[in-house]
């Protein structure tokens, strides 16, 4: 199996804090883009930290909320999210979960029997490539600056939709 790792916030919604569903907002060609990627035989995962349950900010059963609303969103374009997995520790616990560590990356991988080489992990961030890096499967930055740490990304575009409709046209996806 192939799959796509998304981060969350900055790649699939727009990235401020998202407390309550309603807060929660699609980036522009986002549905579209999971579907295309469902369409070439990508299974769609979310891999997100979201230490803001572990401070006591966000409750457990409302991520859980904001994550079945964002799935009918989605799946309301045409797309499907096969998991979305949540660090919800606190950033400084020490968890193997939390990125830059590859620990919900390699969870997903294991338990689908995930090819790294066909994979890709997709971020906003330089802790989203660092976990993709580390998990063994290619990178996409997205964003408009060069991601802050020493890792650089296979790829860099300005959004998913983007990132899906140029590596298709490549040829990168198929």
Known sequence: MKAF????????????NVNRADDLVLLPGVPEAVRTLNELGYEAFVVTNQGGV???????RD???IHRHMSRQIEEG????????ACIHKP??????RKPKPGMLLELIERYDIDRSASFMVGDR?????????????TIFIGEKKPAGIIK???MF????EAVTQLQERGILH
Do not use: T, W, Y
């Open 5 to 16: 790792f998304l981060d969350r916030d900055g790649v699939i919604n727009e990235s401020h």
């Open 54 to 60: 572990g401070l006591g900010f966000l409750r457990k």
């Open 63 to 65: 991520l859980d909320k």
């Open 78 to 85: 045409g797309g499907k999210l096969r998991e979305i997995k």
């Open 92 to 97: 400084r616990q020490g968890c193997d979960c």
């Open 126 to 138: 330089d802790v989203d490539i660092g976990a993709g890096h580390a998990a063994g499967v290619k």
């Open 153 to 155: 990304p296979d790829f």
């Open 158 to 161: 300005m959004s998913l939709h």
